[in-house]
């Protein structure tokens, strides 16, 4: 199977497509993160019922996350896995520092979500289904301190992968490189 195939959309030759998972995963874990980052950030606007489906909802798609980056991580760093290089070295270095702090930053903001919920000792749910907590209950102010470091990192996500995009967009629009076609699916 082939992991790359030339896109007919690029104005450079030899640039090569994502392969259709890592375009998958990409996509997906772009959903997940903007999902859970609107549900977090709106459901103290909602009834007391509604937001507490909303937080099951959190804790659920933070779960399918947690899967997808594991998958994604995976299926990345698997051998003979050939990453892409466009000559222009700050711009490659940029890339690849940018891609593994978002990773380092997708997961530990994964890890600090269990334990903000965790150090309460409250269970997580997995749409109803409830996962217990393995840690014992931590006081109230460590609680505060790790959800609070859960929200730095989601933000801190939120801000680095909107200037991913805005770096996407600037390859497609002014550099004309074809680095956004890489990530879209083919067209048929």
Not at 61 to 88: E, K, M, N
Not at 157 to 163: C, E, N, R, S, V
């Amino acid at each position: 199977m082939t992991q790359f195939s030339e896109s007919p959309f690029s104005s450079r030759p030899g640039i090569a497509r994502h392969d259709g998972l890592t375009i998958a995963l990409h996509w997906l874990t772009a959903l997940l993160v903007v999902v859970q980052f609107l549900l977090a950030e709106f459901w103290g606007f909602f009834p007391r019922h509604v937001h507490g489906l909303m937080i099951v909802a959190h804790l659920s798609f933070g779960l399918v996350l947690t899967a997808v980056l594991v998958l994604r991580l995976g299926w990345r760093l698997r051998p003979g896995r050939t990453f892409f290089d466009d000559g222009a070295a700050l711009l490659d270095t940029a890339a690849r520092l940018t891609h593994r702090v978002l990773y380092v930053l997708l997961a530990a903001v994964v890890a600090f979500g269990f334990l903000t919920r965790w150090t309460d000792n409250k269970p997580l749910s997995f749409f109803g289904l409830l996962i217990p907590s393995p840690l014992g209950s931590y006081s109230r102010a460590t609680g505060h301190f790790v959800d609070q470091i859960h929200d730095y990192l989601a933000w801190a996500i939120i801000i680095l992968a909107g200037l991913h995009a805005a770096a996407a967009l600037l390859h497609h629009f002014y550099l004309k490189d074809g680095v956004l076609r890489r990530m879209l699916p083919q067209r048929r």
